[in-house]
């Protein structure tokens, strides 16, 4: 049924007076009048029924009324901008990442080094059996060579004399020789390469890099690191050695911490010692509330190895050890790092885990 364009008025009208009443400024009013099904394009329809000749005004006023409903709802508040925001509040905790414990526990090793003049190095990780084994005084074949659970790389071996001169260990160097590549099972491999180095002492090496062996449990991961110290000089002797260990002791786990070296052997160092470091639950009692000491056992903890650099690996380094003498220490970053008073970490596995759960409390 054709439509007047007076109906079409009348229309208009009687939306423009309901919108006067209508208050409410939501998104839902806005659609009932301009939303796709909304009165405003139920109305728009009707043009088509208008006369031709009036379709023209009835145009116009359909824009005037759909201006005026743009108009009546322009301050309409969606529902986003509702909500609203307080500027006084605090602001929201940033995800901050951080370095990896172990990362965190390298550099403060290397600061206390660094502050008494050792020189923080970094050595291949996988390296010459000449460094690793044969030029710290284990020929091949030495039965010591098992005490570490080596990882060899499969890798071709240039052909070389197997007859070894302990008094000219050097002849065997792997660039005149060759030799097996093996994935560095302790960081002494960085000893004789800090002697070829620096070739006069002095020497105040230290190396901190990681350590690959046969074994996984709660105290081992395959992959480790290690720090390793070097000190080649006129005159030094054993008390360096012991002073170096209080001071690296006190340092990292707090004032009154001491060390303790028990006779041992290694084929690189002769004395050869391990390095205990006194217990900070019971003071090194190995007593706690009148009952042994639950951390410890014992009053102290065992962490490494350490000696007087045996006079064949200064030979190899090239360094006369009828002059020289040195002592050396190693030992691992992740059980150092562990015994550190308040950090209770029972599996060092999980330090590679991944698990940031685990990661963000340090
Ligand atoms: N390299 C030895 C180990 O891995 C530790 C050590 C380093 C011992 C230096 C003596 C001197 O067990």
């Known amino acids: ?39 405003f394009n139920i109305l728009a329809k009707v043009i088509a029924q208008i006369d031709n000749q009036d379709k023209k005004v009835a145009g116009q006023l359909l824009n005037e009324l759909k201006l005026k409903l743009e108009n009546h709802f322009s301050n309409t508040t969606s529902k986003k901008q509702t909500k609203q925001i307080d500027f006084t509040l605090p602001g929201l905790p940033q995800d901050v990442g951080h370095l990896h414990p172990i990362s965190q526990a390298m550099e403060e090793i290397t600061n206390i080094f660094e502050k008494v003049g050792f020189t923080r190095v970094r050595y291949p990780e996988v390296d010459w059996d000449w460094y690793v084994f044969e030029s710290l005084n284990m020929p091949p074949s030495h039965p010591a060579r098992d005490e570490w659970e080596t990882f060899f790389v499969d890798a071709p071996e240039p052909a070389h004399d197997l007859t070894y001169d302990a008094k000219e260990p050097r002849k065997r160097h792997p660039s005149l020789v060759g030799g097996k590549m093996v994935l560095t099972t302790h960081t002494s491999n960085g000893q004789v390469r800090e002697m070829e180095r620096l070739k006069n002492p002095p020497i105040r090496m230290i190396n901190i890099a990681k350590c690959y062996r046969r074994q996984q449990d709660a105290t081992h991961t395959q992959m480790f690191h290690q720090f390793e110290g070097l000190v080649v000089d006129k005159g030094i002797n054993i008390q360096h050695l012991k002073g170096t260990l209080d001071y690296f002791a006190e340092q990292f786990y707090g004032p009154g911490t001491k060390s303790r070296i028990r006779p041992f052997h290694f084929q690189f160092t002769e004395p050869s010692f391990e390095v205990d470091f ?39 380094g090239g360094i006369d050890p009828e002059i020289y003498t040195g002592f050396a220490f190693g030992w691992g970053v992740e059980r150092t790092y562990t015994l550190k008073e308040g950090l209770n970490i029972d599996d060092i596995r999980l330090l590679y885990s991944g698990d940031l759960r685990f990661l963000r409390q340090f």
């Open 278 to 316: 006194s217990c900070h639950i019971c003071g090194g009692t190995g007593k706690k509330n009148g009952e042994k000491c639950k951390f410890c056992k014992s009053g102290w903890h065992e962490v490494g190895g350490a000696g007087m650099v045996h006079p064949n690996v200064l030979k190899a």
């Open 1 to 39: 049924m054709p439509m007047t364009i007076d109906e079409l008025k009348q229309k208009i009208e009687a939306l423009t007076n309901e919108l006067q009443s209508q208050k409410a400024l939501t998104e839902t009013v806005k659609n009932q009048y301009l939303g796709k099904k909304g009165h």
